[in-house]
């Protein structure tokens, strides 16, 4: 079995709760996974209506399809491994509808404030960070989840970024929006940093 994010809301109450009614609807752990990607569909299409629209709500969809992207991100393993429900397709049905969600949100959010090439960048880093933990898997090492930039700490940083941007004059969201952005780029960069010297160093421990 792949390694698994560590997720201290995995063993709240609500998230098993959430968990076992799922696996006993019949809802299969690869279905919540595509699932999650239509939050973050939602959630990116909210991000671009923020340039057209007037009004918080946008913002607050915005939040709110990141965050249940999260929660499907959660539950889905949940489901495959707690419930059984896991599936020899699992693997992929657990690690490519995130880099779609990941990259539609940050993409979104760069158009959001008329800044495409960040987002795109920002999108980019993203995937490297994931690419270089499973590439460390791949060598056989641990499968390094730390950050300070990885997919829960990046969403969380946009999170609050579409939460201020709710409440915030519009000439001030998009600077909000913005400072979000630089910092998942920096944050995504110095993680893809820290997993490789981790992965190096456990290679040379090993004498690879």
């Given at each position: 079995m792949a390694e698994r994010r560590p997720i201290a809301t995995r063993n709240t109450?609500?998230?098993?709760s959430l968990a076992r009614r799922v696996a006993r609807a019949?809802?299969?752990?690869?279905?919540?996974?595509?699932i999650g990607v239509g939050f973050a569909c939602v959630a990116a299409a909210a991000f671009v209506l923020t340039r057209g629209q007037e009004g918080a709500w946008p913002w607050l969809v915005a939040a709110a399809g990141i965050q249940g992207r999260l929660i499907c991100n959660m539950i889905d393993g949940?489901?495959?491994?707690e419930h059984r429900g896991a599936t020899p397709t699992g693997a992929l049905y657990n690690d490519v509808p995130d880099r779609i969600a990941d990259t539609v949100i940050l993409v979104a959010a760069g158009h959001a404030i008329a800044q495409p090439e960040l987002g795109w960048?920002?999108?980019v880093a993203a995937m490297l960070t994931a690419y270089v933990r499973a590439l460390g898997g791949a060598l056989g090492t641990p499968q390094f989840f730390i950050g300070p930039?990885?997919?829960?700490?990046?969403m969380a940083v946009l999170t609050v970024a579409a939460l201020v941007?709710?409440?915030?004059p519009r000439e001030i969201?998009?600077?909000?929006?913005?400072?979000?952005?630089?910092?998942?780029?920096?944050?995504s960069v110095l993680t893809v940093v820290r997993r490789l010297?981790?992965?190096?160093?456990?290679l040379n421990s090993r004498g690879a």
């Open positions: 109450q609500w998230a098993q019949g809802v299969t752990a690869n279905a919540v996974s595509v949940m489901v495959a491994v960048a920002c999108a930039q990885a997919k829960s700490q990046r941007a709710a409440v915030a969201a998009g600077q909000v929006v913005l400072v979000a952005l630089a910092i998942v780029l920096a944050g010297r981790l992965i190096a160093a456990e």
